[in-house]
């Protein structure tokens, strides 16, 4: 079966660094995804991954290694505005997204 | 980046009414756009894909004659529930996949549905 796994809760301190990691096994891979969702609110696109390697984007870095179905989403600088549920999601063969669960982030001061 | 609105952000039903949902992509073609349902804590689950013209594509267990999908343009889909019960009562987000940027999905800002 396809599976996506993630932790269920982390918590950091602002002005920190946390690594979410992402786990994946999946009928094939055509990229991934992470999202960011505050509560009560849609998600929002972070980052999208197909090669393996480190992509930056400010305070946000994706990493991917498709040998190893691995990916971890990297928050610098934390801020209190960072507190989200972070969604990973894989495309699969058939360009179907198969979703994480979520990894729900708390910041605390 | 791109975007897609959602229309209306909540509504409030009496059971057995029906409430229809709007999905738009506002600078982008959606050649394909996504129904999900998130239940308080959970993640997404995808109802059904809806491509451009042509039937949508349930998931399975969502009953398609419950959940009316439209995608008559491509920049508007429409997720019609009908006869809502109280279980229906959901976060209901629509994402739209940019026909050029072929892999990143865009979501909508989701439709907050409370049936009485």
């Known amino acids: 079966g396809q599976n996506i796994d993630q932790p269920t809760e982390m918590t950091a301190t602002e002005g920190a660094i946390v690594q979410i990691n992402c786990t994946y096994q999946?009928?094939?891979?055509?990229?991934l995804f992470w999202y960011q969702q505050h509560a009560g609110e849609a998600p929002t696109f972070l980052s999208y991954?197909?090669l393996d390697g480190l992509e930056e984007k400010g305070r946000f870095s994706s990493f991917l290694s498709r040998s190893k179905g691995y990916s971890y989403l990297l928050l610098k600088e934390l801020q209190m505005k960072d507190s989200a549920s972070y969604l990973c999601?894989?495309?699969?063969?058939?360009?179907?997204?198969?979703w994480g669960a979520g990894t729900k982030l708390i910041i605390k001061p | 980046g791109a975007v897609v609105s959602q229309h209306p952000s909540r509504v409030i039903c009496k059971s057995g009414t029906s409430v229809k949902i709007e999905c738009r992509s506002l600078?982008?073609?959606?050649?394909?756009m996504f129904w999900y349902r998130q239940f308080p804590k959970q993640s997404l689950m995808l109802m059904a894909t809806?491509?451009?013209?042509?039937?949508?594509?349930?998931e399975q267990g969502v009953e398609k004659d419950k959940f009316l999908i439209n995608h008559a343009s491509l920049t508007l889909s429409t997720l019609t529930v009908t006869s809502a019960h109280p279980e229906d009562s959901s976060f209901y987000i629509c994402?739209?996949?940019?026909?050029?940027?072929?892999?990143?999905?865009?979501f909508g800002p989701g439709t907050r549905l409370l049936v009485l």
């Open positions: 994402s739209a996949r940019d026909g050029q940027s072929a892999e990143t999905q865009y």
């Open positions: 600078d982008f073609q959606a050649t394909t």
């Open positions: 809806s491509n451009e013209g042509s039937k949508a594509t349930y």
């Open positions: 999946t009928s094939g891979f055509n990229g």
């Open positions: 991954n197909v």
């Open positions: 999601a894989v495309t699969d063969s058939n360009y179907q997204l198969i």
